[in-house]
Structure formats: structure tokens, C-alpha cells
């Protein structure tokens, strides 16, 4: 797995506190400890992006920047033009959205998209501050804030959006923002991080810790779950907490080679209108302290059945792992992955994953799964 990628990257936890409502059947449903190997099979299907791709030209790439709807559609953020690029089942580009400048309809800096039940697009743009809308014909429609400003978000049926709150100096909290006052639906403290030198034209960089877990999360219609760095993964329908699913399975012990090895050539940072910059690992590794044990979770993913694909934290290089979780009985094995990395799923379940080619460029790859 790549070093950390952004700025927004640098957090770690050191407690969490509730705040959703709880449904009565609320409890905790423990896994097995040992993982349970799975021998699903991923037929690769088709991919887009990456360096002999011109249509899609792509520097950074995250989950944030993926969207499907229900038509099997994949909706892709493509900041070097500033437009929304989609694609049909078959990977064939159908149509984009947007194009750059500060007018109705036009983008100035997407960060996140999200395609709602009624086949609105929204497009989340830093720097006009606003969530643009589209509606399904690609018809400009009334932009608007949410309150507070999210880093990202997914829309429920109920008309509620879910996402990380931009976080303050010392947590980050997953919220509901609605007509009513926003709901906390998950909060986590993260520790100071160290001041470097300026370094890529930023004049305060702040180095937090080397493997410090931050808050992962995904939700798919109205099933939200999240996690704070250990084996336990938290179960929502809309904001009521349903369950946690847990596993005793212990964090692996973090090491200054480990960090030496995930931090490869040091760290990317992307900034609206600049081109990528590289902060040295070893200015890096002379600030920042590491965490003791690595995150259980890199990332989550809910798949069209409601199953959950917990992405397992690995160093730089190393194959993947996920886990696998049914969001009421549990957890049901672990799935090897290779160079795959679970990002999104189409309607018609074929998984999207995020991946970069032998030069380094982001691509997305589609794979079809069987299970045995």
C-alpha cells in the first residue's frame, strides 16, 4: 500500500465518543480471532485511467473521488480538467459533467462526488465553498452549502448527508447534516501534529504520526458503518447504531523500518492548481513520531448485498487483505487481494478497484467476483 497521500491523511486516534441514537437490538456480534481464509475468485474485467489512458488523465485519485448509481454507472472526479467523467457497466465513457470556472454548473475544485436516489449529481468544490448540482440530464440546478462543511458525503434515500467533518485541531467527527441540528454519529480525538520546515510551498507542514489511524467509513443507501482503527466496525441504519461487529484479532507492532518502507520516497501532497509535490521521507521521519501498532482498516466498502469489504492496513508493497463482514452475523473470512484495492462497487456488484500502473499513474480496475 502507498504512503499517505493528503494532508487531510494526518490523524490519529486516541479516544472515540457516540453520539447517533441506539435501536433496541443494538450489540456487539464477535468474530473469530485467526483469520478465515476465503477462496473467492476476481476475474479483472476492464480498467480505465493510468498513463496509456488519454482520456483520463490522473494525478491523485481516492475513494472520495468514485460515485455509482443504480444504473451500474461509475461517476469519476477528474481534477485536471475539472469535470465529472462517467462510465457505463462496461467501462465505455457515456458522458461528463462540468467544466472549469467560478459559473452555474462549472467547477473550480472538486473534491468528492456523490450521486443521490433521484440521479442528482453532486459535486463537492473547495474552492467555491458549495455543493454543485446537476441534474440527470447534466442541467445545472441551485448549488448549496451543508453545515458543517464535510470533506466528503453520501446522500441517504431520507435526504440526510453523511461524511467527515472537516476536522478541528485536535478531532474529527463523522456527522448527519439535515434540515435539523447535524447528528455525531462517530468522534475521535487525534493528537497535535509536528510543525516541519516549509516544504512544498507550504510554509507550515504538519507531520502527524507514521501509521496513525484515522476515521474510515462508506455508506450505500441508507447503511452507514465506520471504524476508528481497531478490529470493530461500527453498523448504522440511516443514524441509529445497530451493532459492532468485532474481531479479537491483535494490531500488528509498527517499527521505524516498517515506516521507513511505507513512506517510500516520502509523501504526496496535491494542491489546487499546483502540480504534485514530494515531501522527503527522511525530513518526514525526523519529525513525526510513529504510532505503536499499525490500523486494522485502510478503508471500507459496502458492497450492493450489504457486505462489508474492510480493507486491511498494509505497508507500502505488500499484498492485501480484507476482510470480509456480513453487517448482522458478522465476521465470515478474510480474501486475498494481491495488488487489488477495494474502492467502490457497481449495482451489478462487479468491484472497482483502485490500483496504479508500473509508472506510478492511478487507473481504476474492474473485477468480476466469484465466490466459491
Known sequence: MSGRKHLFF????????????????????????TDQRLTWRLQRLWQIGGGEDESLLLSQ????????????????????????????????????????????GELMGPLWVEVRHDERVLVGDAEKNAVVVYAADGTAEPEFRLTPRLRSARALPSGTYIGPRAPSRDSMSLVAVSN???????????????????VCRLTDYPAGPIFA????????GDRVVASTGGFEIRVFRGTTLQRT????TPRRNSTAA????????????????????????????????????????????????????ATRYVVRGEPGLVDIYHPERGYEGTLALGAVRPA????????????????????????RVSRN
Open 10 to 33: 494526518l490523524l490519529a486516534a486516541l479516544s472515540v465518543a457516540l453520539a447517533p441514537s441506539f435501536s433496541a437490538a443494538q450489540a456487539t456480534v464477535a468474530g473469530a480471532a
Open 61 to 104: 485519485l481516492f475513494e472520495k473521488d468514485l460515485a455509482t448509481d443504480r444504473r451500474g454507472r461509475l461517476f469519476v472526479v477528474d481534477r485536471t480538467e475539472n469535470r465529472i467523467v462517467v462510465y457505463d457497466s462496461t467501462g465505455r465513457e457515456v458522458r461528463t459533467y462540468g467544466k472549469r470556472g467560478p459559473g452555474p
Open 180 to 198: 435539523a441540528a447535524p447528528v455525531t454519529l462517530l468522534k475521535m480525538a487525534v493528537p497535535l501534529p509536528k510543525s516541519m520546515r516549509p
Open 213 to 220: 489511524p484515522s476515521l474510515t467509513w462508506a455508506a450505500r
Open 245 to 248: 461487529l468485532t474481531r479479537a
Open 258 to 309: 516498517l515506516a521507513r518502507q511505507h513512506l517510500g520516497p516520502g509523501e504526496t501532497v496535491e494542491l489546487f492548481g499546483m502540480p504534485p509535490c514530494t515531501v522527503p521521507a527522511a525530513m518526514i521521519l525526523s519529525v513525526a513520531e510513529i504510532s505503536p501498532t499499525l490500523p486494522a482498516y485502510s478503508t471500507l466498502t459496502l458492497a450492493p448485498d450489504e457486505r462489508i469489504w
Open 344 to 367: 467502490a462497487f457497481l449495482s451489478n456488484g462487479v468491484l472497482i478497484s483502485l490500483e496504479r500502473d508500473e509508472d506510478g499513474v492511478p487507473l481504476l480496475v474492474a473485477y
